[in-house]
């Protein structure tokens, strides 16, 4: 490379082509290039590495694999044909009684056979009943209110509406059926507005549908801060957060999971003030959560770190080359030993030969200095170590945070189909209304009946529909 007279090289080496005028100059060269080849290769392995990064290795989802890679159905094939096999017996629907059905239509068979002969009708009949539904009409109430005034003073009154109706032209069942369309089966305000008109004839603009979904998220506001006030006193809870943008802005949907409740938040932030607004600065039971250094703050005691990460990540270590690789294949396998005595359903005493495996191998990365990256992540991981092992003392305690996963994925899918939210409303719609979404899903409760019910008590000020009370035993439904 030719060097213009204007610049003047501050090293030797800057200079290519030229000869060192002493052997000092020789050595020093060669030290420099040493420690920028070493710099190179490090680099080029970081870039290697990020190249090679997929869901198996990275918490990048399994949509972001492409095609080249099996997908579930190829991973877990049997050999055997789709569908039923044989021997299966089959669903079938039971037959209504005769008194539940709407109408009894008597179909006689032909009188005359094709041989001439006239057909004698014997036996009972072979029923076949048939479900359809009616067409939808939209139920249109007018209320006259009368006005008044005042003999004495001269002062003016209207008659108020009668409980649960509402101000607006949209009725409490109807958002109640609008918040459901756009949460639970992820329609957009476009596609909300085409069902209403074309299935009930109900012509709303977007705007209007917009403002519905408002309504609804105020409907939800006083049952959803309620279900927050108890995640602090929660004796498990699952945390997770993605992304959720605001055109403009980048904003970040929380997730807290327990057993039989779910709540959403979306926030401006990722900061660790966001979690403490969910569940406190000292959270009274277990947290289930991955390494994110915001919650740092949580006593490892308090914290189970979710081995799914763990072992994306012990496999992106396995990739690496020399004693970094080996370790992380080491852990890999060591993992897949957990989750299936696990399984078998082990107990806590039994982990303990486990536990001094996985220390001696985190021991190891530290201590090997080939790939520093591999060594951070075990000096964390021995920093947060009574954290990698909360569900063995409590059996309650899963070792996965695969309960935040699956969550928040429905809100995933309404960011991809949807789009990111244009303000302030449609960020509380949206954590609301899943946050309601979920927990019905969890209790067994019919979403639309209890959206229509916080709907009611909105209108007319009265107590809120509690999403703490008591879950009926109903396994949660798809």
Known sequence: MAITPSIAPSTPSEVEG??????????????????????????????AERLKLDSHNSSKPPSSDGPGGANRAQRRASGRKRGAQKGHPGPYRALLPETEVNGLHECMSPPQCECGEAVAVRGKPYRHQVFDIPPAVADVQEYQLYGGVCS??????????????????????????????????????FKIRDLLAQMMGLDFSVGTISQAHGKVAQALKAPVH?????????????????????????????????????????????????????????????????????????????RQVCWAHLLRDFNRIGQRQGL????????????????????????????????????????????????????????????????????VGNPAVPPTNNEAERSIRSIVLKRKISGPTRSK?????????????????RQGRDLLAY???????????????????????????G
């Open 18 to 47: 030229v000869k060192p005028a002493t052997l000092a100059q020789c050595h020093e060269i060669i030290a420099q290039q040493a420690l920028e080849l070493a710099e190179l290769r490090q680099a080029v392995a970081l870039l």
């Open 451 to 477: 959206m229509h019910q916080a709907v009611i008590a909105w209108i007319d000020k009265a107590p809120h529909p509690s999403l703490l009370s008591p879950p009926p035993q109903i396994a949660p439904s």
């Open 152 to 189: 004495g003073c001269g002062k003016l009154h209207r008659a108020p509406l009668p409980a649960g109706v509402p101000s607006g032209q949209i009725g409490p069942r109807a958002l109640a059926i609008i918040g459901t369309l756009g949460t639970r089966h992820h329609l957009t305000q």
């Open 226 to 302: 309620e279900a927050i006030g108890s995640l602090a006193k929660a004796p498990l809870v699952h945390m997770d957060e993605t992304r959720y943008p605001r055109e403009g802005q980048t904003n970040w949907v929380w997730a807290a999971i327990q057993p039989h409740l779910a709540v959403f938040s979306i926030l401006p932030s990722r900061a660790r003030y966001v979690i403490h607004e969910l569940i406190g600065r000292e959270p009274g039971g277990i947290v289930v959560l991955d390494r994110y250094a915001g919650y740092a703050f949580i006593d490892p005691q308090r």
């Open 425 to 441: 409303r449609g960020d509380e719609f949206i954590a609301r209304g899943f946050s309601v979404v979920e927990t019905c899903r």
């Open 324 to 391: 970094a690789g080996r370790i992380g294949r080491r852990l890999l396998g060591l993992g897949f030993v957990l989750f299936r005595w696990r399984e078998r359903g082990k107990a806590g005493a039994q982990f303990e030969a486990l536990q001094r495996r996985v220390h001696t191998a985190l021991t190891r990365g530290v201590e090997q200095t080939g790939c520093p990256r591999t060594q951070a992540t075990c000096q964390n991981l021995l920093k947060l170590w009574p954290a990698l092992w909360g569900f």
